[in-house]
Antibody
Framework: EVQLVESGGGLVQPGRSLTLSCTAS????????MSWVRQAPGKGLEWVGFIRRKGYGATADYAASVKGRFTISRDDSKNIAYLQMNSLKTEDTAVYYC??????????????WGQGTLVTVSS | DIVMTQSPDSLAVSLGERATINCKSS????????????LAWYQQKPGQPPKLLIY???TRESGVPDRFSGSGSGTDFTLTITSLQAEDVAVYYCQQYYGTPLTFGGGTKVEIK
């Protein structure tokens, strides 16, 4: 059974940093791209970014709203994907979902989602 | 960026009746070289993460009941729920993957009348 478990969320002040982790199980982690999607309270879904599998260079792409502030990385030996968030803004407040992404060089659709972790950016 | 517009924002349907949700993209998401529409549908029940229902506009994900179907091509797409069940109460989102950034529609809330 595919499982994605996010951790690391919480309350953080504007301008500070936070790193989320996504621990995967039930599939060969290194064979898949991984992505983060967020959902502000009471709002819709917003793609944050994704990281390709090693075979495609493990490179990452980001939404414009987070580019330069957020970094996605992966450790295939530990089956973990990370989302490092710097210079956080109040508008980054959201539930952050880790997702498995169907992708080749380019991202496609999200076939599995974690339960999400809440990040609240507030002073 | 490709903008995805869903309609209606919400709808109330009687149990056993049909629900129809529309999704329109600001540009075609049909890739001519493989004749595939780069569009997916998700269901999000209250307090839960989204769940993949449909991809390639009309391919049902494994385990999804056959009362859910996707149709359309180019810029206009439809998710149909035939014979609505109580467990189908949720918000439904479309998503394009023709290009980055990946973008979602604003969601359609389905309730029981």
């Amino acid at each position: 059974e595919v499982q994605l478990v996010e951790s690391g969320g919480g309350l953080v002040q504007p301008g500070r940093s936070l790193t989320l982790s996504c621990t995967a199980s039930g599939f060969t982690f290194g064979d898949y791209a991984m992505s983060w999607v967020r959902q502000a309270p009471g709002k819709g879904l917003e793609w944050v970014g994704f990281i390709r599998r090693k075979g495609y260079g493990a490179t990452a792409d980001y939404a414009a709203s987070v580019k330069g502030r957020f970094t996605i990385s992966r450790d295939d030996s530990k089956n973990i994907a990370y989302l490092q968030m710097n210079s956080l803004k109040t508008e980054d407040t959201a539930v952050y979902y880790c997702t498995r992404l169907q992708a080749w060089q380019n991202p496609y659709y999200f076939d599995y989602w974690g339960q999400g972790t809440l990040v609240t950016v507030s002073s | 960026d490709i903008v995805m517009t869903q309609s209606p924002d919400s709808l109330a349907v009687s149990l056993g009746e049909r629900a129809t949700i529309n999704c329109k993209s600001s540009q075609s998401v049909l890739y001519s070289s493989n004749d595939k529409n780069y569009l997916a549908w998700y269901q999000q029940k209250p307090g839960q993460p989204p769940k993949l229902l449909i991809y390639w506009a009309s391919t049902r994900e494994s385990g999804v009941p056959d009362r859910f179907s996707g149709s359309g091509s180019g810029t206009d797409f439809t998710l149909t729920i035939t014979s609505l069940q109580a467990e189908d109460v949720a918000v439904y989102y479309c998503q394009q993957y023709y290009g980055t950034p990946l973008t979602f529609g604003g969601g359609t809330k389905v309730e029981i009348k």
